[in-house]
């Protein structure tokens, strides 16, 4: 496409007639958009964030230093599923306070519960020249 | 393989019509997508993002339209996170425990070894996690945490017999380079002798012809056929033959299922469970897509079926919600390990709603059940799958 739009600016300089610039500005209007996406692709958070609430620094900080909160954020559990996932990642190491852990298992089990609309998953970019079929 | 050039053409063309037919989304509309929704992760295409960090990523089921899953499209699973830093020149793989003669070999002294290729359906035990009710905790897969390659390298047991396995070694583990977080346990697990010595367990090198990606175990991995994709450890370090099964997380409680069925939502002791194996007999429908709005006239309903180390007998469809079932015709591209691509090609004889569903059984007997056996993980999930289409 660039190649073409190429074409019809150079083809305007030449011959500096109307309905090449005409032209030249109309294919610069629809290929630009296409183009600069092609040279920069879209790209999301590569992080996602807990959602708001009293607990979201700390789940943040107790969750998040080894896995990231996506992991968090497709769950749809009961309290006592989430119970038992808070305990075990205390075992491996989420540092909690003992303070902190009921206000914890709250928050999970609030935000992620069974009757939570399904959470809808990001896609990751299309690869440039990814075979499509082998 | 039983098949000839024409046949394949034949039944690949008409999966590609079928595919747009059906309006399966080819990658290039992936930029259609709003910017926020997309994230880049180099070597991947289009896939749905179940984590980034550490890297956990799915297949859309309208990708499984080839026989053999391009690398890009196959997923990925990881448990924790990959090796920061893997120079091939530095990587070792020592071979100990119960042999003779323990060694050590750089990637250039394996790769001396004969190679052998198998192509595999390689699957999550967690594939499907997410359709089980009530839901249990882990990464939600939907469908598409499976895919087929072709995988090569040497013969796990031409390895081992270089070390000599005494009478002892009952079972073989693995440790793969993976960076554990935290103080969770390593991701190390094994699997009996009488599979490591299978000819066809290799420890691949490659995958559809390459090199391995970092993605799927660069520079070497287990490749454990007809099993659970878990039994084939990434970054494979060392190999050491062992008397009993592996005790560690990885083999109990995890990639654990009930003996019995359990009431659905109870706890199971895991004294009464086995380890997870060989993968279920199940197909997936990868087109039309649910709640497809078709017109009038010829529908190829198409997909994939598998049944690990068993062997792929039918696929059956039903067009009426599961009352009465026709065959799919199977594509003749064909392996042991491997999974089989099929058609049905239907005429709907009015407009209206339909459900549409699939149903595969094997040669051990075996067929999907209505609802999946309901474990406390999750895992080998397999019902009889539907898509809801509307045709105009």
């Known amino acids: ?134 | 393989m039983d098949c000839t050039m024409n046949s394949r053409r034949l039944f690949l063309k008409y999966l590609s019509a079928a595919a747009v037919a059906a309006g399966a989304r080819p990658p290039v509309l992936m930029w259609a997508l709003p910017q926020e929704q997309v994230v880049e992760v180099p070597g991947e295409d289009g896939m749905i993002l179940r984590s980034y960090r550490f890297v956990d990523l799915e297949s859309p089921v309208e990708y499984f339209n080839t026989w053999l899953t391009p690398v890009p499209h196959f997923f990925v699973r990881n448990h924790m996170h990959e090796p920061s830093e893997l120079d091939p020149a530095d990587w070792r793989l020592s071979i100990g425990g119960e042999v003779e003669k323990p060694f050590a070999w750089s990637l250039a002294e394996l790769l001396k070894l004969e190679p052998h290729s198998v192509v595999n359906t390689l699957e999550c035990a967690g594939n499907g996690r997410s359709l089980h009710r009530p839901q249990v905790p882990g990464v939600q897969w939907g469908q598409g945490a499976v895919g087929t390659a072709r995988f090569s390298g040497p013969r796990l047991r031409d390895v081992l017999q270089h070390a000599g396995v005494k009478s002892t070694g009952k079972h073989v583990m693995f440790r793969g380079l993976d960076e554990v977080p935290g103080k969770v346990p390593p991701f190390i697990r094994s699997i009996p002798i009488e599979k490591a010595i299978d000819a066809d367990t290799l420890i691949a090198t490659h995958m559809n012809g390459s090199p391995l990606t970092k993605h799927h175990g660069f520079p070497a991995r287990a490749l454990v056929p007809g099993w659970i994709g878990a039994a084939s450890c990434k970054w494979i370090t060392e190999i050491k033959v062992i008397e009993k099964e592996f005790v560690g997380n990885f083999m109990s409680p995890a990639y654990r299922f009930p003996n019995q069925a359990v009431k659905t939502g109870d706890a199971v002791n895991p004294e009464d469970t086995h380890p997870v194996t060989a993968l279920n007999v199940k197909s997936v429908i990868t087109g039309p897509s649910n709640g497809a709005r078709l017109k009038s006239g010829r529908v190829a309903v198409h997909g994939v079926a598998w049944a690990g180390e068993a062997d792929v007998a039918k696929v059956e469809i039903s067009t009426d919600g599961g009352a009465l079932w026709n065959s799919a015709a199977l594509g003749p591209d064909q392996a042991h390990y491997a999974w089989r691509l099929w058609t049905y090609d239907w005429k709907p004889r009015k407009s209206g709603d339909y459900t549409v569903m699939s149903r595969a059984s094997d040669s051990q007997g075996r067929t999907q059940p209505s609802t999946a056996v309901w474990n406390p993980s999750g895992y080998l999930y397999n019902a009889v799958d539907q898509v809801n289409i509307h045709v105009a």
């Open chain 1, 1 to 134: 496409m660039w190649r073409s739009t190429k074409k019809f600016v150079l083809g305007y300089l030449r011959h500096r007639s109307e309905t090449a610039l005409v032209v030249a500005l109309l294919a610069l209007l629809f290929v630009s958009p296409f183009w600069a996406r092609a040279q920069k692709p879209a790209q999301g958070k590569v992080t996602a964030d807990l959602p708001a609430g009293p607990m979201q620094g700390k789940a943040t900080t107790a969750c998040t230093e080894c896995h990231e909160a996506r992991i968090i954020l497709q769950q749809r559990l009961s309290k006592g599923a989430w119970t038992k996932e808070v305990d075990k990642m205390i075992k491996w190491g989420a540092v909690v306070d003992s303070a902190d852990r009921d206000a914890l298992i709250d928050y999970l089990s609030t935000n992620f519960s069974p009757d939570k609309p399904a959470y809808e998953p990001q896609r990751t970019a299309a690869e440039k020249g990814a075979k499509t079929s082998k």
